[in-house]
């Protein structure tokens, strides 16, 4: 009967320190160095909001308007940042870029106009947000 118990003992103690290992060896990977979690609550963190002035009227504190026991009231209608391309310009400048990859292919423009014409698209695709910007601000 000892023999026996002390088997079932063994067993079982074996079997624990067996888990135990498992478990420690999975833990391990779980551990995060400063700089992983730092970059982990960058990821995490809420953006920046950014307010814009009002268009038209009086700018109001916050961004809302504020009814008359304090609370803000979100009924105000709400101002884009910018006009949005219309339709009828996205099909103009799709048109004008189909036509521009055409003549390349056919052979109709050089591969120096090609690129200029493609450098100044670039150009502009670059400028063209910090002059925006600067027109909303003003």
């Known amino acids: 009967m000892t023999t026996t118990g002390i088997g079932h003992f063994a067993t079982f103690t074996r079997t624990a320190a067996i888990c135990a290992a498992a478990a420690a060896f999975a ?6 160095t400063a700089e992983e979690k730092k970059a982990f609550a960058q990821r995490m963190a809420a953006p920046t909001a950014v307010v814009m002035p009002a268009s038209k009227g009086e700018p109001v504190e916050g961004g809302l308007t504020k009814s008359r026991d304090g609370y803000p009231s979100f009924g105000a209608p709400l101002t884009a940042a910018n006009v ?42 670059a400028d063209h947000g910090a002059s925006t910007l600067s027109e909303i601000t003003k």
């Not at 833990?27 to 995060?32: T, V």
Request: overall charge neutral.
């Open 27 to 32: 833990l391990a990977g779980c551990n995060k």
């Open 84 to 125: 949005q391309m219309s339709d009828e310009q996205a099909a103009e400048l799709q048109h004008q870029l189909t036509a521009l990859g055409a003549k390349r292919q056919a052979g109709s423009i050089t591969e120096a106009e090609y690129q200029r014409r493609v450098a100044e698209m670039r150009a502009l695709a």
